[in-house]
């Protein structure tokens, strides 16, 4: 899945994490905006998180 992912935002290994964020933010928002609150999730899932540890299910 993850592999899928990387895939369908076109992250490759040598991307800092700001570029990682941008192309999934970018990906996303460009698909449809009401999918917004699924960013933190996308984030979390590929490893890009920013400020720490997130997990929306505390």
Do not use: C
Not at 20 to 28: L, P, S, Y
Request: no cysteine; charged share 30%.
């Amino acid at each position: 899945m993850i592999d899928l992912l990387h895939g369908y935002f076109r992250i490759s290994a040598d991307d800092e994490p700001r570029i990682r964020r941008e192309k999934v933010n970018g990906r996303v928002l460009t698909l449809d905006r009401t999918l917004e609150d699924t960013v933190p999730y996308l984030f979390a899932l590929l490893g890009i998180i920013e400020g720490g540890p997130f997990w929306p299910f505390q």
